[in-house]
Nanobody, 130 residues
Framework: EVHLVESGGDLVQAGGSLRLSCVTSGFTFDGHGIGWFRQAPGKEREGVSCISSRDGDPDHTYYADSVKGRFTISSDNAKMTVYLQMNSLKPEDTAIYYC????????????????????WGQGTQVTVSS
């Protein structure tokens, strides 16, 4: 059985930083995508970033235009954990952040489309005050 558990969300001032963690169990990374999505009140869930990792190959990473240069995704395969380092946070980054696992597509080819992801965490709240 696959489980994903997010943590690291908090209230932070604009310009601050947070690091989100997604601890997985029962899921084999092996080139499949782990994505971060977010959903703000009244808005659709949007893709933030994705990483696919396979031993011996370079990681594939993708970012939404709105977070490029500010967010960095990484993975620790030994710990089965994916991280999202968020710097220079803005009030518009306020949302519930979810991690999700894609058991079908490789190299984040399913990036950004929630229906492509098969397993989801419960979410962690990020609030950025102005």
């Amino acid at each position: 059985e696959v489980h994903l558990v997010e943590s690291g969300g908090d209230l932070v001032q604009a310009g601050g930083s947070l690091r989100l963690s997604c601890v997985t169990s029962g899921f084999t990374f092996d080139g499949h995508g782990i994505g971060w999505f977010r959903q703000a009140p009244g808005k659709e869930r949007e893709g933030v970033s994705c990483i696919s990792s396979r031993d011996g190959d370079p990681d594939h990473t993708y970012y939404a235009d709105s977070v490029k240069g500010r967010f960095t995704i990484s993975s620790d395969n030994a710990k089965m954990t994916v991280y999202l380092q968020m710097n220079s946070l803005k009030p518009e980054d306020t949302a519930i952040y979810y991690c999700a696992a894609d058991r079908v597509n490789y190299a984040c080819s399913g990036y950004g489309i929630p229906d492509n992801y098969d397993y989801w965490g419960q979410g962690t709240q990020v609030t950025v005050s102005s």
